[in-house]
C-alpha cells in the first residue's frame, strides 16, 4: 500500500531517531539483535530496526526499536549477525545475462576440450543449420594456454553455425559455417572500429571477431526470444544476483523490451532486484518521441541513463589507451565511436532529461568522453547532472580533476583485480596504480560505485569488497597496492553511492528511517574476518521492500 504523506514526512524531515506517530507507527516487522552498520555517517551503528510497509520506520537500540512493537508485528532475532544496506551493482547485464542462462552453453569452463564437449552436447539436441551459442568463454583461463580457434569449433560442431562470445563481451570466436553464412572470407576488409583475426603465417581467419567485426553475425543470428523468455531471463538472473546481497542493479544497456521483461517479471513477483535501467543509444529516439526520460518509473524498475560506448574491453585487452599494451608495443586498443557521433547523440538525449553515461575504459576514451560531457555542460548546464563513465579504468591526475569539476560519476570494475588478475600483466604494473582507481577517486572528492559489468565479471559483492581492499587476485598477485580502500570505505562505494548513481540517495543505499528495507544478513562480520578471505563471507539472507528474496 501506498502511503505518500508518511513517506514525504519521512524524507523532508530525515528522522534518525524514533518517529512520532503519523498515519501507522506500528510496525509490521521488527528486526533485532543484530551488528548492524547502517552506512550512515550520522549513526553508523544499530542494533535493531523497524520496518513498516517495505520502508525503514525506525533505526536504533534493541530496547527503543522492541518497545514500538506491539499488535501483529514480527520479531526475528538476528542471533548477533551482521547487517549491511543491500548491495547496488552500478552496472552489469542482467536482462541480457539471464537471457543467455537460459538458452546458451555455459563456457565458463576450464580447458578448450571441456568448452568442445559442452557445444557438441548442445548440437546434438539443436536442428541442423541452427545456431550454436556460447557465452562466458574466458581466453586466459584454459589449460591448454591458447585461445580457442576457428578449428576448435570446426571440430566440435561441424553442421551448426556456432559463435562463442568472450565473458568480455566484445569479442567472439565463430566456425567455418558461421564466416561462410555471414559472407566473410579472407578478404573481407576490416570495418571501422572491428577486426577479423588473420593467421599471420597463413592469411587464414582465425575465427576471432573483434568489436564492430561482430555485426555480420549480430544481423544473421535469429533473436528467437518470446516475450516470456524476457520475463523468465530476469527471473533467473535476479534470483543468482540476490542470493549474493545485491538487492538493485543498474542495467547497462537495456532496451524497451528489456524494460518491459523487467516490469512483465515484477508483475509476476518474480523481480528479486531493483532495476535502474540505462537504455541503449540506438532505441533513445523511440524513448524520447514517448516522452519517457530518466527518472520515469517507480523504485522497483526505473529508466535509467542513456548508455553510449566508446572504446573496447579491459578483460579482451581492447581498451583504448594512450600508451601500448605490455608485448604489443603497436596496440594501443580500439575507440568504437568518434567525439563527433558521441557528442550528436548525447546532445539530443541530455536536451531531452536523460541522464548520460558512456563506456570509457581507456585514458583516451575517458578523455574524449570528458570533452563531449564538458561541452554539453557548458552549452545546455544542468544543474545535477552526474554524468557516468561507465568503468573509467585508466585514469589520471588530470582526469581526476575534470571528473571533480563536472561532478561525474565512474562505476570501476569491482572483481577485476581479484579475478582477472592474470591480464593485468598486459596493462603492467605501473599502469595498474592508476587503473580500477578507487582510493584516487574517493580522495578526489568523486564518488565511485562498485560495479560487475556482469558477464565479464564476477557479481559476488563479498569478491568486490576483497579485491578492493586488498589488490590482490586469486593466485596472489598484488595489482596497483596504491588504490586499496577500507572495507568501510568499499561498503559505502557498494551501496549508498550506487544510489547516488541513479538520483535515489533519498530511497536507498544507507539503513535509515524513511529508505527502502533493502538489506543483507551476513553469516560473519566483514570488519573481523581477514581481508583476504572476504569472498567467504556467507549471505544468508537478502532482504528488498521488507521481504526476503534470499534465504540460505
Ligand atoms: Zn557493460
Known amino acids: 500500500m501506498y502511503a505518500p504523506n508518511r513517506r514525504d514526512f519521512l524524507r523532508t524531515a530525515g528522522a534518525f531517531a524514533l518517529l512520532p506517530a503519523l498515519e501507522k507507527s506500528e510496525p509490521d516487522l521488527i528486526l533485532h539483535n543484530g551488528n548492524i552498520w547502517t552506512v550512515n555517517a550520522r549513526a553508523p551503528r544499530a542494533e535493531a530496526v523497524a520496518i513498516s510497509e517495505g520502508r525503514f520506520l525506525a533505526v536504533g537500540s534493541n530496547q527503543d526499536v522492541l518497545a514500538m512493537a506491539a499488535g501483529r508485528a514480527r520479531k526475528i532475532d538476528l542471533g548477533g549477525k551482521t547487517v549491511l544496506p543491500g548491495f547496488i551493482d552500478a552496472h552489469s547485464h542482467p536482462a541480457v545475462a539471464g537471457r543467455q542462462h537460459l538458452r546458451q552453453v555455459d563456457c565458463d569452463l576450464r580447458s578448450i576440450a ?6 557438441r552436447e548442445r548440437a546434438a539436441k539443436t536442428p541442423p543449420g541452427e545456431w550454436v551459442l556460447g557465452f562466458k568463454y574466458d ?15 570446426d571440430a566440435a560442431v561441424p553442421d551448426h553455425p556456432v559463435q562463442v562470445e568472450h565473458r568480455g563481451g566484445h569479442t567472439a570466436w565463430v566456425n567455418s559455417m558461421a564466416l561462410k553464412m555471414a559472407k566473410v572470407d579472407e578478404n573481407t576488409p576490416d570495418p571501422p572500429g572491428g577486426k577479423f583475426d588473420h593467421d599471420p603465417a597463413t592469411g587464414r581467419l582465425t575465427g576471432h571477431v573483434r568489436e564492430n567485426a561482430r555485426e555480420p553475425f549480430n544481423k544473421i543470428i535469429p533473436d528467437t526470444f518470446t516475450r ?30 528489456d524494460l518491459q521483461g523487467y516490469q512483465d517479471a515484477r508483475e509476476s513477483g518474480d523481480l528479486r532486484c531493483r532495476i535502474y535501467c540505462l537504455i541503449g543509444y540506438f532505441a533513445i529516439d523511440r524513448m524520447i518521441s514517448a516522452g519517457i526520460r530518466t527518472g520515469f518509473g517507480d523504485e522497483w524498475v526505473r529508466v535509467g541513463a542513456m548508455k553510449m560506448v566508446c572504446d573496447g574491453s579491459i578483460s579482451e585487452r581492447t581498451a583504448r589507451l594512450s600508451q601500448p599494451y605490455i608485448g604489443r608495443p603497436n596496440d594501443y586498443g580500439i575507440l568504437v565511436a568518434d567525439e563527433a557521433e558521441l557528442y550528436e547523440t548525447a546532445r539530443k538525449a541530455h536536451a531531452a532529461g536523460w541522464q548520460l553515461g558512456t563506456h570509457a575504459n581507456g585514458d583516451v576514451a575517458i578523455d574524449k568522453t570528458l570533452r563531449v560531457y564538458e561541452r554539453l555542460q557548458r552549452e545546455m548546464p544542468h544543474r545535477d547532472g552526474r554524468y557516468r563513465l561507465e568503468h573509467c579504468t585508466v585514469i589520471s591526475d588530470g582526469l ?20 582477472h588478475g592474470e591480464k593485468m600483466r598486459e596493462y603492467g604494473a605501473e599502469r595498474l596504480n592508476h587503473m580500477f582507481a578507487l582510493r584516487s577517486f574517493l580522495d578526489g572528492g568523486i564518488r565511485p560505485t562498485q560495479a ?20 590482490t587476485d586469486s593466485k596472489g598477485n598484488v595489482w596497483g597496492p596504491n588504490q586499496k580502500v577500507t572495507v568501510e570505505e568499499a561498503i559505502r562505494i557498494g551501496t549508498l553511492h550506487g544510489a547516488y548513481a541513479s538520483y535515489e540517495e533519498h ?3 544507507s539503513i535509515e528511517p524513511g529508505k527502502l528495507a533493502d538489506l543483507v544478513v551476513l553469516g560473519q562480520d566483514p570488519f573481523k574476518v581477514d581481508p583476504s578471505a572476504l569472498i567467504n563471507v556467507p549471505v544468508e539472507r537478502t532482504m528488498v521492500g521488507g521481504g526476503w528474496v534470499w534465504e540460505a
Not at 453 to 458: A, K, L, Q, R, V
Open 228 to 257: 516470456d523468455d524476457y520475463r523468465e531471463g530476469v527471473k533467473l538472473i535476479t534470483k543468482m544476483m540476490s542470493r549474493t546481497g545485491i538487492s538493485s542493479v543498474h542495467d547497462a544497456f537495456g532496451t524497451p523490451e
Open 452 to 471: 560487475s559489468d556482469y558477464p565479464p565479471g564476477p557479481f559476488e559483492p563479498m569478491m568486490a569488497l576483497q579485491s578492493s581492499v586488498t589488490r
Open 507 to 509: 530511497l536507498k543505499g
Open 114 to 119: 571441456a568448452i568442445q564437449q559442452a557445444l
Open 139 to 153: 581466453d586466459t583461463k584454459t589449460s591448454e594456454g591458447r585461445p580457442l580457434t576457428r578449428g576448435d569449433l
Open 400 to 419: 581526476i580533476q575534470r571528473m571533480k569539476a563536472l561532478g561525474a560519476i565512474p562505476t570501476p570494475f569491482s572483481t577485476y583485480v581479484y579475478y
